[in-house]
């Protein structure tokens, strides 16, 4: 017999509060594996007495669900956003500058919380008690408001970031390393918002300076 997937509850903020630790937060990121763009964090501590309904991983919502629940999120919950742009993740690599900027989004919540759960293997160097929790999006309710409000977060940028950058398509793929965000690097080159350290990034930077040299020597 196949079960049903529960999906994420309050279980494990309601034991926390049970032994003593209030608030309890929740956090989670967006975009650690587009080729532009920056990563988003972001921090939730739910009202116990008001959980909205319906929360999940952010992968596993449709993007109009994401949408209401981000409102639903933001109405009763108290929330914190970080951004770690390309820079410092060309700088530090992708896996520092994330955790840098879950940890800078639960430091930026209106009231510091004793207890958070993090998306993943890795801790926080936090002042409070800090547990990790593989799929914690998938399992942990505050760890999914946290993944929907980062996701949301982050595709508005990305949407914008088209605005700005029609020939890249950033409203579509979202920076992510698709077919078409392929063609516009290989056609225009990386942007201020790519990450250089990422190889395709770097290849097609290297590639389009190449071409432009030829073309140069081409016509001397």
Known sequence: MILAR???TFAREANAYRRGFAPVAGCD???RGPLA???VAAAVILDPLNVPKGLDDSKALRA???EILFSEICATAEVA???APPSRIDRDNILRASLW????AVRALPRAPQFVFVDGRHTLPLQCEVEAVIGGDGIVASVAAASIVAKVTRDRMMMQLGLAFPDYGFESHKGYGTALHSRCLQM???TVHHRNSFAPVRNAAEARAR????TAQASA
């Open 6 to 8: 529960r999906g994420p």
């Open 29 to 31: 990121e967006a975009g």
């Open 37 to 39: 763009g920056p990563v």
């Open 64 to 66: 109009d669900k994401r």
């Open 81 to 83: 956003v970080a951004v």
């Open 101 to 104: 900027a879950l940890a800078r």
């Open 188 to 190: 225009h080159g990386p």
């Open 211 to 214: 071409a432009v040299y030829e």
